[in-house]
């Protein structure tokens, strides 16, 4: 069974913003570039809410499906449907999912993964994917160092990333709270 993945999503939050971007590429088994033009970074909840997902395509839609449920079962309420949606992994009631996604709304900045784990990264800045480590070098060294926008460091981390990562592209897509 040939599985889709590979992907590198950067998240900063900066002077009131947060960005999220990610790239564009999927990638089929360890050799073949299947698609270079992916969205896996988008708006839900009215807007509020912006997510990007990284990890096994069908294990992403899965978590990022759930998520928006959980979302709207909360009432928009960012941190308590991260938490329930790892409560509902950690229950065993769900198959774990090989999918991490990073979500943001106006207040929080989140990294929820598909077995269980939520994190709220300390310093505003945070990656995940195949290409994660590059980009949150990249976007650390960006942030503390430049006067560069939450969007400009999300989006000049990714290219970066997607020149060292044979994973990661430069089709890049950024949302912005």
């Known amino acids: ?10 998240a900063v939050k900066k002077d009131g913003h947060t960005a999220i971007a990610g790239d564009g590429q999927v990638t089929m088994s360890q ?23 990284a990890g096994s395509v069908a294990d992403a839609f899965t978590l990022s499906e759930r998520f928006e449920e959980m979302l709207n079962k909360y009432s928009g309420n960012l941190m308590r449907s991260a938490v329930e949606l790892a409560e509902l992994w950690r229950s065993d009631k769900v198959r774990k999912l090989e999918a991490m996604m990073i979500t943001a709304d106006k207040d929080s900045l989140l990294i929820v993964s598909g077995t269980g784990e939520v994190i709220e990264p300390e310093d505003g ?3 995940i994917g195949s290409g994660g480590n590059y980009a949150l070098a990249a976007a650390r060294a960006l942030s503390q160092e430049t006067d560069y926008s939450a969007e ?5 981390s990714l290219k970066i990333a997607s020149e060292i990562c044979v994973f990661t592209n430069g089709h890049i897509t950024c949302e912005v709270l």
């Open 31 to 53: 050799s073949i570039i299947f698609k270079n033009n992916a969205v896996k970074v988008r708006r839900i909840y009215n807007g509020s809410v912006i997510f990007g997902f």
């Open 125 to 127: 800045v945070c990656a």
């Open 152 to 156: 400009e460091i999300a989006k000049k």
């Open 1 to 10: 069974m040939n599985e889709f993945m590979g992907t590198t999503i950067c």
